[in-house]
């Protein structure tokens, strides 16, 4: 229990826990779990982490798992309060496409849905009314980044809360199931147009751990208005990513750090179009499968 | 997105997360989280934590969760094996004890209640039989560690698993509430005595998400035997223990990194009483509640 020059614990306990790791761990489960005990350490003798907070933390670990179901994944959720999918992305997008200009990631988020329809070109994927709502006409092209050429019958998945600022999963009296989701195939030219809405600025749901966390960071739990988009198309990487209306106001306090400068978007008015008075542009860079690599 | 000498990536991220909390956090929930978002990041840069790991992180928390109940703390079981409650208990003995001698403590762990009934002295904690189980004659002082003097009134608060190496939480069929646990009180000149069983080694339940993260690490499940105690007096420092004979194979790898040496004793045979052959001394030092303050 000797205390050595920059810490009065036990200079051997960390390495002692790491080494009782058995051979048959694979390589990469060795490097990422001696990593996580060691910073988890770190964590603990850096702040002097006493009994109780320590038994907080278990409980609220505890509590994630209990809130979760199918449709609520509380952990992804902490861990986007924390800022820890967004750092995850940037990794991934670094890793892929190093020094290359495809469009930008963004984080998942927990609403995903693999169970979206397919839609025609021109459709909506407005399905129930949305007090309030602002329809738009969001169209543009898919391109591929080295040649600059639509790529045809890409997927472009889209999902977005309505404007009370609940997904479908969330709000099963206002909405039916993909409400406001849904898949399109770029045309023989890359492009695409639906129908969707001008999205809302929402709260995260604060009746579970999230809300106790962000309520001991002091901090507010609005995402900005935001779509979020999935495009894949054969051959190349797909994107994940969000996109975000210029005048929101959460732009620079995004609970979850998702907001990137080249995701943010302008909408438009639209003129004559009876289904929708706003218009909003947004093209796709797709980088190759190898390109990069 | 620029790279600094350290790492490709944005060197502006973690403390963009940590300066967005909020102005009523208090200063120690604030070094707290503050160190946990930085520890959390750092971890996941240095391992460039993929997408698919940090999902199946994500599924991981989540987990936790959806095991636990009033008698079941899968967290604190995921705390214990990853080294982290044992470290929480070295920095609040060291804290507390500084430079002293009195009794190590060690973890709390899962099974402790707040339920257990008071016996007399010289009574047994051994409800129900224990098949194969070896009962022993438990005895000692608890002493002030500054003057040497037995402390009378003192609460021995004692815990264990049976023979087969569950408590009586997790083994409704076999043991009545309460069997192996008691609280004693030390007589007039500290002494205590009651009967006991030789403890037993145990695994974990591996049906758990701790379960699963012992298989990640190719680590066994075992607990060395031992008996838990949680000794308090009025005007001194409580004391949460654990001690382990020294004849079990699991002392040098426990999963918990519960052991230390002064903890490790000598069960000895005894003769000539009907209730137990063998017999174990184990006296206590408690430090008086100002000692080292």
Redesign the interface.
Known sequence: ?AANGTS???PK??Q??ID??????SPR?R???S???S?????????????D???M???F????????DAKR????R??DV???????????H??VT?GADPTSSSILGPFWSPNAPFRELGESIIQDPAPHGHPALMHGKVTDLVSGKGIPNAVFDIWEASSNGKYDFQDPDNQSDNNLRGKFRTDANGDYHFYCLKPTAYSLPTDGPAGVLLN????HPMRPAHIHLMITADGYKPVTTQIFPSDDQYLL?DTV?AVKDDLVVDFKPREGDPKAKLDLEYNVRLAPKDYGN
């Open positions: 229990m009065r614990f036990d306990f960390t002692h826990v009782t790791i058995g051979p048959k761990t489960n490097e990422v779990l990593a996580l005990i910073h988890l350490h770190d964590f603990a003798r850096e702040v002097e982490l006493t009994v907070e320590w038994m933390g278990v409980r670990v505890n509590s994630i798992g209990q809130i979760s994944n509380e952990g992804q902490i861990s924390l800022g820890l999918e967004s750092l995850v992305d940037e990794i991934a670094k890793l190093e001991l960071l002091d901090r306090t750090f």
